[in-house]
């Protein structure tokens, strides 16, 4: 079956640090991949999504590629603020009639702290 | 526009104890979801539904019941509280069409105590 592959945090950083988050997956189909954003006290928000090769989803300075042939969908961001802190989550979503069905996969979450 | 509301916010029950969670949508979304999240588990899908009047099992349905009377509302039941029940419990909701495509849209949550 689908399954997603975060890197375990927590993952800390100084402001204004460049960020990683790695995600892999494995799918059946052809899926949409996506990173969410979950802040203290609050639901998961999307951040950004891919749903092809090689798109690159942006949005608040973080971006992610989506790149078949390693089957990864990594998060980066150039320059981190201490309001970046929060839970990132990556999902996917397979397509229908490839075997797939429409409820996401989501990757455990990785938890960013960022000190001033 | 308010997006998913989840309805209380806080509750606090002893074991054995019944409840129903509400969740509502004002997207005109045909997808919703329940959700709970436990440290170090990640999200876990419980029951969810593709429209009015149908619903299925998700990754841990046992011990909860759903019902999707209209299709803005989604309603989570617990009919006997057990401790391992203490939870946060998240609502989502997405579209239909290019489903596969669409991001969930999700609420803020509900953090429910069994004692």
């Known amino acids: 079956g689908d399954s997603v592959t975060q890197m375990e945090g927590p993952v800390t950083l100084s402001e204004e640090a460049f960020l990683t988050i790695n995600c892999t997956y494995t799918?059946?189909?052809?899926?949409?991949l996506f990173w969410y954003v979950q802040y203290p006290g609050e639901g998961l928000q999307l951040l950004l999504k891919?749903?092809?090769?090689?798109d690159k989803g942006s949005n608040k300075g973080f971006e992610a590629t989506y790149r078949k042939e390693t089957t990864s969908f990594h998060l980066e961001k150039g320059s981190v603020q201490v309001s970046d802190s929060a839970v990132y989550f990556c999902a996917l979503s397979d397509r229908p009639g490839r075997g797939g069905s429409y409820i996401p996969t989501f990757g455990r979450g990785t938890s960013l702290i960022v000190h001033p | 526009n308010a997006g998913v509301t989840q309805t209380p916010k806080f509750r606090v029950l002893k074991t054995g104890q019944s409840m129903t969670l509400l969740c509502a949508q004002d997207?005109?979304?045909?997808?919703m979801y329940w959700y709970r999240q436990d440290p170090g588990m990640g999200l876990r899908l419980i029951h969810y539904?593709?429209?009015?009047?149908?619903?299925a099992k998700g990754e841990v349905p046992d011990g909860y019941n759903v019902s999707r009377l209209k299709k803005q509302n989604f309603l989570l039941g617990l009919e006997s509280a057990a401790p391992s029940q203490t939870s946060v419990y998240f609502c989502a909701s997405s579209y239909l069409a290019g489903a596969a495509t669409q991001p969930q849209h999700f609420g803020d949550g509900t953090r429910l105590s069994i004692l």
């Open positions: 891919a749903t092809k090769a090689d």
């Open positions: 539904s593709v429209g009015e009047g149908t619903t």
């Open positions: 997207m005109n979304h045909e997808y």
């Open positions: 799918a059946t189909g052809y899926p949409s």
